[in-house]
């Protein structure tokens, strides 16, 4: 069994997918870039990983994703440029993406799925227990979700898995877990996962979403992992093998998630992520609230 209680430090995040659903405007924009307020989603995400320790970034990238890579580095010129004007402000939001992780690419090549992303990792891994955090979730910095996931792996070694209770009419569209109560509330050991199954196989109203904590024995698995559904290599049959031989990997565990999250891979979820968190913001939350509410009494 290939249980490490070693300190995570790793973070994988998937980021070679085409965006097909927000077409045209990912025809020459990454998806990931798209703006959620004025950041774009996948600085969100990289600033999760760091809120719960994990400094080391790999992204795994395809062709036209340039634009992630110069986002997390330095731009000189616009930094000299505010430095000039004395806009300390902006230069310090211009700053932050740069200073925020250690991060490194790797291009997927052929995108074959998730799991195959996962696999790109490999080499960067090693033999060390890692996170991978999804891209179109997006989890509220006041529901620290990840930090409770790296906690439940290094105590109990193995793999964790994030879950959250989905409508049954909703359950065709994720990976679904079997489940047993363990004694902590939130936590739960997976018994079983079904990808995107039909309502009536589901075996719980449990949705993987976007949050992984992974033992390294899955890439030896992923290697052997035949493409499973819509042709592609997914991570669900890989953790559903580990779910039944701990001796392989260990456990698998999940978290059971309350907590907010936004799905930004779907356009009515991605603008109403907008809207929330605007009227959050002190600097925009009072006077768009305002427009807000004379918006729908009026037009609506």
């Not at 953790?239 to 456990?251: F, N, S, V």
Request: with cysteine; glycine share 8%.
């Amino acid at each position: 069994m290939t249980q490490s209680h070693t300190r995570i430090s790793k973070a994988v995040i998937p980021a070679a997918g085409l965006g097909t659903r927000f077409l045209p405007a990912t025809k020459a924009t990454p998806k990931e870039m798209l703006p959620v307020v004025d950041k774009p989603a996948i600085q969100y995400v990289v600033e999760e990983a760091v809120a719960a320790g994990l400094s080391d970034v790999l992204m795994i990238t395809g062709r036209n994703k340039r634009p992630l890579e110069d986002h997390f580095d330095r731009n000189y010129e616009l930094e000299s440029a505010l430095t000039r004007k004395g806009d300390a402000e902006r230069l310090q939001k211009v700053q932050e993406s740069s200073d925020l992780a250690t991060m490194h690419y790797v291009r997927q090549g052929d995108p074959r799925g998730l799991g195959h992303a996962v696999l790109c990792a490999a080499p960067h891994v090693g033999d060390q227990p890692f996170a991978v955090l999804l891209g179109d979730d997006l989890i509220d910095p006041r529901d620290p979700l990840l930090a409770r996931m790296v906690e439940i792996q290094e105590r109990e070694g193995g793999s964790v898995v994030a879950l959250m209770e989905v409508a049954p009419e909703q359950i065709h569209m994720y990976g679904c877990a079997a489940v047993e109560p363990t004694a902590d509330g939130d936590v739960v050991r997976v018994t079983g996962l079904v990808e995107k199954p039909d309502r009536a196989d589901a075996p719980s109203s449990l949705a993987i979403i976007g949050r992984y904590v992974l033992d390294p024995a899955v890439f030896g698995i992923l290697r052997r992992t035949e493409p499973g559904r819509g042709g592609e290599i997914q991570l669900t049959d890989a953790l559903q093998l580990l779910a039944e031989d701990e001796k392989i990997g260990g456990p698998v565990h999940g978290v059971v998630f309350k907590g907010r999250r936004y799905d930004t891979g779907d356009r009515s979820d991605y603008l109403r992520t907008i809207v929330r968190l605007a009227c959050e913001r002190e600097d925009l939350g009072p006077d768009f609230r305002t427009w807000l509410r004379s918006y729908v009494t009026e037009e609506m």
